[in-house]
């Protein structure tokens, strides 16, 4: 059974760069490198409610096809302000891949996706399904 999202991996070819881009808009500096910090071929974050990981992996290991257009699939992190944070995403080089998109009948689903300079997609949205998952684990 799938029980949560644990990792998620993206690919650069120069993953200096990458881990400075996404320190710069994370705001926090990558925890793990190997195999040195000098000269990466991985580093992690971990950053969220959940401490999610996000991890940046060499684009000479993948075992598919690494471009710099958008790929791979999409995945959506929960942010509050929908707007500012696509703002900070651009602001930070990103290319907007998909604008602002309400999901449902005014149910409060809002989605937008970036594609970062190393060709990774980027998905954020509003997700009132997240936030009522965190007010019951504070409440629990």
Same mark, same amino acid.
């Given at each position: ?39 990466? =071929?991985? @580093?992690?974050?971990?950053?969220? &409610?959940?401490?999610? #990981? $996000?991890?940046?992996?060499? /684009?000479?290991? %993948? +075992? ?8 791979? =699939?999409? @995945?959506?992190?929960?942010?509050? &302000?929908?707007?500012? #944070? $696509?703002?900070?995403?651009? /602001?930070?080089? %990103? +290319?907007l ?31 009132p399904?997240?936030?009522?998952i ?7």
């Amino acid at each position: 059974m799938l029980r949560g999202l644990a990792t998620v991996s993206f690919y650069a070819a120069d993953v200096k760069a990458a881990r400075a881009w996404y320190e710069d808009l994370l705001g926090i500096e990558a925890y793990y490198a190997v195999p040195s910090a000098e000269d990466p =071929a991985y @580093v992690e974050f971990r950053f969220g &409610d959940f401490q999610c #990981e $996000l991890g940046i992996i060499d /684009a000479k290991y %993948a +075992t598919h096809q690494v471009t710099t257009g958008p790929a791979g =699939a999409v @995945v959506y992190w929960h942010v509050d &302000d929908l707007e500012a #944070e $696509l703002q900070h995403l651009l /602001a930070h080089g %990103a +290319t907007l891949q998909d604008p602002i998109t309400e999901r449902g009948n005014n149910t409060g689903f809002r989605t937008a996706a970036v594609v970062d300079p190393f060709g990774n997609l980027i998905g954020i949205m509003n997700n009132p399904h997240y936030l009522e998952i965190l007010e019951d684990l504070k409440t629990a």
